[in-house]
């Protein structure tokens, strides 16, 4: 009897939560979390890893040359390209300044400890340039750790969907699945509304995209509205999980599973070169508003592990000081304990990143 009725259950929850099924770069935007309403964000990361053997691919010679450009391959360095095998633990404090709409600027600060202060400072890194924030010449461990951490930290699918496009092309990006006609039919009125909104009097004499006086266009005008905006994705399916619902996307070179209630990311694997398998613990509040696993664990087959905890994370509405201030004063404190600055390749970045 009790099978029976989660079995009625299911069917009747179905439609109604397929009615709002997501898309599947939708699925990697750290599903209901709040929106980043601030110009500064920062988080502070403890990054564990465990190198049980070192591969000595082609992949891991190339990823050898970014060592001192890539913001994470620090981390990444210890699995991919690791110095020695066994157990390393880094922290790093991450800084980003919003600038413009879209794009951000980023400061990375290396420590040798978890307090994080002044004289564990070991290493500074801007990144100014955010199309540098990932590269197709990175590891594959690397843009899969960045795309996680911008997913998220800034609810931002770019990065993440950027490399599972480039691991598996069946994978179907927001623009690919639009439907172009409610698209269009959207941004016809809201063209329209614009313009009455800036000049009453033209309503008199604009035809209202959405309500036209031919009763034909009407009719294929209510047509399009009642069709989804993107097309249905047959790799997205609704699954139980003993208690709960998942949506699970099942693509040839990628699988995933996402909390249904939040979408929230709860296990990824892809089947590239190397199997690698992410599942990701806990959700929770850190500064009240916004939520963020405790960690994630990233397993590269069954030989490297890399455990990313969050130690905080907090966005606040303005940043005060700009993000070459901050290079200049985080220089200095590595000035004043006297460890080695490679200034060449300091001034190469900031050049580089303008």
Same mark, same amino acid.
């Given at each position: ?31 209901? /979390?709040? #929106? ?6 920062? +988080? $502070?990361?403890?990054?564990?890893? *465990?190198? &049980?053997?070192? !591969? ?122 639009? /439907?172009? #006609? ?6 016809? +009125? $809201?063209?329209?509304?614009?313009? *009455?909104? &800036?000049?009453? !009097? ?153």
């Amino acid at each position: 009897m009790k099978f029976l009725f989660k079995y009625i259950l299911f069917f009747l929850i179905s439609p109604l939560v397929l009615a709002s099924m997501p898309t599947e770069e939708g699925l990697f935007r750290n599903g209901d /979390n709040a #929106d980043i309403k601030g110009d500064l964000i920062t +988080y $502070k990361l403890k990054i564990h890893s *465990i190198v &049980k053997e070192q !591969e000595k691919d082609v992949e891991s010679i190339e990823a050898t040359k970014d060592v001192e450009t890539n913001p994470l391959l620090v981390a990444d360095s210890q699995t991919t390209v690791p110095a020695h095998l066994g157990e390393n633990t880094n922290y790093i404090k991450v800084i980003i300044v919003k600038k413009g709409e879209k794009n951000y600027q980023y400061l990375f600060l290396f420590y040798s400890h978890q307090d994080f202060s002044a004289n564990h400072l070991v290493k500074i890194l801007p990144i100014l340039n955010p199309r540098r924030i990932s590269s197709p010449s990175y590891s594959e461990l690397t843009r899969l750790n960045i795309g996680l951490l911008q997913m998220l930290t800034l609810n931002r699918s770019t990065e993440i969907v950027n490399y599972i496009k480039s691991v598996d092309p069946t994978f179907k990006r927001n623009t690919e699945v639009l /439907n172009k #006609d409610k698209s269009y039919l959207y941004a016809r +009125y $809201k063209r329209y509304l614009q313009a *009455i909104k &800036k000049d009453p !009097e033209l309503k008199l004499d604009l035809e209202n995209p959405k309500l036209p006086e031919d009763k034909k266009q009407r009719e294929a005008i209510s047509k399009i509205e009642a069709m989804p905006m993107y097309l249905k994705s047959n790799a997205i399916s609704l699954q139980k999980n003993d208690n709960t619902f998942m949506w699970s996307l099942n693509r040839e070179h990628v699988q995933a599973s996402f909390d249904q209630r939040h979408l929230f990311l709860t296990s990824l694997f892809i089947n590239s070169l190397k199997n690698i398998r992410v599942n990701v613990e806990n959700f929770i509040l850190y500064d009240g508003v916004h939520q963020l696993p405790s960690k994630y664990i990233i397993d590269v087959n069954e030989l490297e592990k890399l455990t990313v905890s969050f130690l905080s994370y907090r966005v606040y509405p303005k940043s005060s000081v700009k993000i070459l201030e901050r290079i200049k004063y985080y220089s200095k404190q590595l000035e004043r304990q006297k460890d080695t600055l490679d200034t060449t390749s300091f001034v190469n970045l900031l050049y580089q990143s303008k």
